[in-house]
C-alpha cells in the first residue's frame, strides 16, 4: 500500500538513496532539504523514473522558524504522513576535545539534535491525528561507542539514539512506531563536509575496504517500514562486513 514519506537531508548520500528506494515501491514523497536546485533536479528524476508523486520542501532543519512554517505549507493530498526519516544530519571536524572549533560543534548540535527535534515536533500532529506513524531517525554507530576525536558528533548521536527511546515511549498511546538505525561507515559526501572539502583525508576514510553503500543504509530504512502494524524495530546497527563497530574496522 502506498505510504507518504517525509525525509530530511534528501539531496545527498542516504537521503537521497532512500528517496530512490521508497519511490520505487510507489511510495509518495515529501524531500526536503535546503538546497531547491538539487530538491527539483531530483523531483524530475524520480517522477522520469518511478512515475512518482513528490512534493518538495527546501528549509534548514537548524532554523526553528522555518522548519515549523515549511511544515505548514504541505499540501493536504501530502499531510497524511505515514513515515517521517530524520535524516539529515553532519559531522564536522575529527579534532580533540581541547582543540575543536566551537562553531563546529554549535552547528553539528543545532542540526542533528535541534533540528530532529524541530521537524519532529512540526510533523508529530499530523501523525497523532491520525493515530499511526512511524519515525526513523539516523543515528550512528557514533551514537553507540564514542571515539576518540569523536567528542561533540558522538554526543550528538547519542542524545539520537536517547530521543528515539523517549520518543518511543511517549508515542505508545498514539500508536507511532520509532525506528533508530545507527549506520557505520557509509561511502557519501559525509566524510568530505567533515574534512571541510579536503577530498584526499576524505577519500583515506574509506580506502582498504568495502565500505557500506548509501543505498545498502536505504534498503534497511524501507525494510523496517514493511513490516506489519504491530511489529516496530526499535534499534539496529548496521555496518559494512568489515567494521564491527567504531573500533574495530578490518582494512
Ligand atoms: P551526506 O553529507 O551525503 O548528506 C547529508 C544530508 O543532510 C545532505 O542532504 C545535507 O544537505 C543535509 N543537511 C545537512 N545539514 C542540514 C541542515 N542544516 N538542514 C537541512 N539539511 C541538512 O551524508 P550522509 O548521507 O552520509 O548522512 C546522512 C545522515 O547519516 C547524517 O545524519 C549522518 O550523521 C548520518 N550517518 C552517516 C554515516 C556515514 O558514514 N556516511 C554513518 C552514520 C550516520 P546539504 O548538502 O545542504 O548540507
Ligand atoms: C558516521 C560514522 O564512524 O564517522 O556517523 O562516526 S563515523
Known amino acids: ?10 539531496t545527498s548520500g542516504f537521503g537521497e538513496a532512500m528517496a530512490h528506494v521508497f519511490s520505487a515501491a510507489g511510495n509518495k514523497l515529501i524531500i526536503t532539504g535546503r538546497k531547491d536546485s ?39 493530498n501530502f499531510s497524511s504522513i505515514d513515515v517521517l526519516i530524520n535524516n539529515a544530519g ?4 575529527r579534532d580533540a576535545f581541547q582543540d575543536a572549533n566551537l562553531d563546529d560543534w554549535e552547528t553539528m548540535i543545532d542540526t542533528n539534535v ?20 512511524h ?8 551514537g553507540v561507542e564514542v ?15 536517547a530521543i528515539s527511546k523517549s520518543m518511543r515511549i511517549d508515542l505508545l498511546p498514539q500508536h507511532i512506531k520509532v525506528t533508530a ?5 557509509a561511502e557519501t559526501n559525509f566524510s568530505n563536509t567533515r574534512f571541510k572539502g579536503d577530498e584526499a583525508k576524505a577519500a583515506a576514510v574509506y580506502e582498504g575496504y568495502k565500505a557500506l553503500e548509501a543505498v ?19 534499534e539496529l546497527v548496521v555496518t559494512c562486513t568489515s567494521q564491527a563497530n567504531s573500533f574495530y574496522l578490518q582494512k
Open 90 to 93: 553532519l559531522a564536522l571536524g
Open 147 to 161: 571515539y576518540k576525536e569523536g567528542n561533540v558528533y558522538c554526543a550528538s548521536k547519542h542524545a539520537v539514539a
Open 135 to 142: 519515525i526513523i531517525n539516523i543515528g550512528s554507530t557514533a
Open 38 to 76: 538539487l530538491l527539483s533536479a531530483l523531483k524530475e528524476t524520480l517522477v522520469a523514473k518511478h512515475g512518482a508523486s513528490v512534493h518538495t520542501l527546501c528549509f534548514d532543519v537548524q532554523n526553528k522558524e522555518a522548519v515549523f512554517a515549511a511544515i505548514k505549507t504541505i499540501p493536504d
Open 216 to 234: 545498502d543504509v536505504a534498503n534497511v530504512a524501507y525494510y523496517v517500514t514493511t513490516l506489519p502494524d504491530h511489529v516496530c524495530i526499535n
Open 181 to 185: 538505525i545507527h549506520p557505520g561507515a
Open 1 to 10: 500500500m502506498s505510504k507518504t514519506i517525509l525525509i530530511t537531508g534528501a
Open 114 to 133: 535541534k533540528g530532529l527535534l524541530y521537524v519532529s515536533k512540526a510533523v508529530l500532529p499530523l501523525m497523532i491525528n491520525n493515530k499511526k506513524g
